[in-house]
């Protein structure tokens, strides 16, 4: 296998490539899932102002002192305090305010009884003019259930940075610090086209010879999870012309990288390396991996371009082992590791090169145990369907005993 290039290498060598894309002005609702593009600085105090957050009585807690439910503190309600709503007037010695959860505390208060720590009923209290008295079953000190200004973000503090992938949390921190647009890293745009004359697409009837195309559903998915946008083009049959065309047509949306599938090995109708040395440049094609030697990659007019096997177990395992890194680059995400250490429960034979064996995962007493999902034929999709993680079997390991820990990429 020494003619053969490795995968670390292969992968240094794509990564070396690959560029991240610009960046563009998305609406917030349109932001989940995406990459900032930009530092990210408070303008203002969150909370802006101090609020309530409790329904209950603003009071001064000078005035509660030793209060308890035998020996109550009885306050003068002097206004009703509605969230939105700003406090007519301040809190004086031996007055309160009916306050709702978010509602600014007035001047002179500075904490905050919840209503069931008082003589109100919650029944009738939302509902019911403000009564003239409260009494206060319990001491607090200055500051309970009060949210003061600038509790949570002070102004001009960086609060997210440049690279920040946007969950809901982000969105949200966004939406109280008043920007309604944000700029992200554009979604990477890839050209996916499959070739052979075998091909059918998904909605048509299967006649003699012919399967349904599933690489161009299998990659489109890949392709979404992993932060890109996807340009399909129909299946190009086994003609080197219209290879050819195919090629220069996913090129007029100007993608950000073309992937192919099929057509890259030795056989007389794999065409996709002859366009490519025709139209780009070729930097290797065949890698030391298992499943998925015949894998290509190089550029078209400087997009990157990977041609993936045909069989839809390679297309997927070289997607996992050498794209996904390379478009998760380009999209501004960190490719996280996914790899644990299991027991393989069983012999496996290899055949030299670094091969990817889909396995199930079971926990045992804190220790995971990896059996094959059955046959390892590159085009049984039933065994990535199943299958936890790909089980990595090292370059020139020939057979594997059980008993034995090995590294296992997951897939769930």
């Not at 794209?323 to 290899?350: F, H, N, T, W, Y």
Request: aromatic share 4%.
């Amino acid at each position: 296998m020494t003619d053969l290039l490795n995968v670390d290498d292969a992968l240094q060598i794509i990564l070396s490539r690959i560029e991240q894309v610009s960046s563009e002005d998305i609406e917030l609702e349109s932001a989940l899932n995406r990459v900032l593009a930009q530092d990210i600085s408070a303008p203002t105090n969150l909370p802006p102002f101090a609020n309530s957050s409790m329904d209950g009585y603003a009071v001064r807690s000078e005035d509660i002192q030793q209060a308890t439910r035998e020996t109550p503190r009885r306050l003068a309600v002097v206004m009703d305090i509605p969230a939105g709503k700003t406090p007519e007037k301040a809190i004086d010695t031996g007055q309160a305010a009916r306050i709702m959860t978010g509602a600014p505390l007035p001047d002179g208060a500075d904490a905050v009884i919840p209503v069931e720590d008082t003589d109100a009923n919650w029944r009738t209290w939302i509902n019911e003019t403000t009564a003239q008295q409260v009494a206060i079953y319990r001491t607090v000190e200055s500051g309970a259930y009060v949210r003061a200004i600038g509790e949570d973000i002070r102004q001009g503090v960086q609060v997210l940075k440049n690279g920040t992938l946007l969950r809901p949390q982000e969105i949200g921190m966004l939406a109280a610090l008043g920007f309604p647009r944000v700029k992200v890293v554009r979604q990477p745009l890839v050209a996916i086209l499959t070739t052979g004359d075998e091909l059918v697409n998904v909605d048509q009837p299967l006649t003699p010879g012919k399967i349904r195309d599933v690489n161009t559903y299998t990659l489109t998915g890949l392709v979404h999870a992993n932060g890109g946008v996807v340009y399909p083009l129909p299946i190009a049959r086994d003609s080197l012309e219209e290879v050819r065309n195919l090629f220069k047509s996913a090129l007029q949306p100007k993608p950000d990288m073309l992937i192919s599938s099929a057509g890259v090995s030795v056989g007389a109708a794999d065409l996709i390396r002859t366009v490519l040395e025709e139209l780009g440049e070729v930097g290797f094609w065949r890698i030391n991996l298992r499943p998925g030697k015949p894998l290509a990659f190089g550029h078209i007019q400087d997009v990157p371009f990977f041609g993936l096997p045909g069989n839809p177990v390679s297309a997927m395992v070289t997607f996992e082992v050498l794209v996904r890194p390379a478009l998760l680059k380009m999209a501004g995400r960190v490719a996280k590791d996914r790899i644990i250490q299991a027991v393989c429960d069983e012999d496996i034979k290899s055949d030299g090169r670094r091969s990817y064996i889909r396995v199930n995962l079971v926990e045992k007493d804190g220790v995971y145990h990896a059996t094959t999902t059955g046959t390892q034929s590159s085009g049984a999709l039933m065994s990535m369907v199943i299958a936890d993680g790909l089980m990595i079997v090292p370059e020139d390991v020939q057979s594997v005993k059980a008993g034995t820990t090995l590294d296992v990429r997951l897939l769930k």
